[in-house]
DNA sequence: AATTGGCACTTGCAAGGGTCGAGTGCCAGA
DNA sequence: TCTGGCACTCGACCCTTGCAAGTGCCAATT
């Protein structure tokens, strides 16, 4: 074994150690536990150049070692192995996930499961809007001069606004105007649906276009005001269990995960289901998140992500099986979404 | 001014200075910040027959006095006096909530104003279904055997269900059967449509009849399902501030916060839209919340309350102002419900 | 050149001990 | 019924000391 080899494998038992025992870990402790064939002195060494290169740091003169972000990047990158979910745990995944009826029961039931299994705060994207297509829009009226829009997506996502109309309509121009919009919408992305159905209010007479575009804007106006979505939150009480940790940092932390817009730029842009992405510390430049970690993963019926879900916890954080459990119940949420 | 009336009058001043500095309060502290006529030491007395009546206690020997949960109470019942809003909270319940365009933002910028206001976590509990009549319900074909059920209550909030029919069925027959549900359940309230849906298969062809007790059958499930509202969170965070006072009991309080069906309980059954309700300590009987108190106002359009809002925080909270802040904000709610 | 054992050094942490001060309860006197 | 005085209790704070973990460096060994 090299020596390169030796200080790698040296990072990966000090990161090991220490997300097990929460406790800086010093070189004697390191040969006991892992049964590297020298001596601790020569950990020291090892140690030393490793501080030198910003893998880990001291918290102090006289304690041990702790990883740093960088350690922590270098380990993710590199050294850890995926750990394969426990039978449990893939039982777990199926049971709680089955039962689910329609997608808001989906995403709440998957974002109390990610809790449940990392034993970490969990996030869960809605499917985004803006990517996924139109099943149907529905006019209903409410009053003479009152319809509810309602617009289905394929993800089976529906949204509603109440529009006040400028005139009182009849049944007929209502029912002509849902019957139009299905026309040019149905089967459309959200980007398609804006420019086709802008076009429409010239197949109308004058005296109705004003109706028209109130329907058709609060329409647009719901695809793109809504286009930032909605994000479920929980086990953030899972988070306290680290209290001492965040120490006075557990307060905003917890008001971003309040901040559905915070959220969504930390779930960032999902393009394709399959890699679990990993953001250590510091790399969120995110006010309250520089001592967390976030592991993230797109997840969609398709090829293409539609949203994304993910675990915040602390940087000292399981990372294999935080990765595995996040990447299992991505990819579970994605069959169970193409098979609708 | 009589004994008894002294001794309120030193409680009172207990819980006041005592929510005010987090910190034992003794006779002497008393008599300097509140002009009470008297001496330190008869202001020990008056507070020795408090304690033996319960409403305060010593943490330690040597210490100051705390107010027990039954001084709270009595705090809140006899003592306290209203605490009028000032005129930039008043703005800002204005601002805040006149901008909302629908019941989703009315209720998550409630709890977020809320939130705010108090500096503590706030609760609001959606109008519950099964007070609130029907406005419309809405049939739409998605594929020859799949239909969307679209309810819409007459506080405008709308919930959706995809149902699979046991057959394919027609536009026509789906036509008669939204004709026929609008025409017994509009204007009724849960429990009527329960029963009047439930004999509409007799309208039917036999043929027909299994199609249509899938949708009445789902409609149904919605209403008793979804019974048990949803609820929005906000300012977690705010207890986080707390942190030292709750200990370690911040992880229950948390967990319980997103327990809905917990949160529920806790805003308990609003009967009419006026009395803001204090629950304090071990008035709870909830395991996570012994430390917290619960301050809840219903709200709605009418004269019944169709739902909660309240806030939690320590049993050490500011009562007066939190009681006008819930107060005032589920007042204002109902107004903007009312005028709908 | 790499590894190792030894050794001096640093430093946080826990325990012990002493002082201080806030606060109490009680009692005798007004 | 109230008040001043007094002895007492007990946590908070500070200081010291001993301890143990862990380090860095160096000379010796392989």
Redesign the pocket.
Known sequence: MS?DD?KLEVLRAIVEDYVATQ???????LVDRHHL??????I??D??AL?DDGYIA?P??????VPTDKGYRLFVDRLSTVKPLSSAERRAIQTFLDGAVDLDDVVSRTVRLLAQLTRQAAVVQYPSLSRSTVRHVELVMLAPARVLVVLITDTGRVEQRIVDLPADADDALVGELRARINAVAVGQDFAAVETRVAELSERFGPEDRATVAAVTGTLVSTLIERHEDRVAVAGTGNLARYGQEFDHELEPLLSALEEHVVLLRLLGEATSPTPVRVRIGSENAQSGLLATSVVTSGYGPGELALASMGVVGPTRMDYPGTIAAVGAVARYVSKILAAH
């Open positions: 020596v030796r406790e800086p870990v010093g070189s004697k402790a064939g020298v001596s601790p002195a020569t020291r060494n140690m030393a501080e001291q102090h003169t006289s304690a041990g070692r």
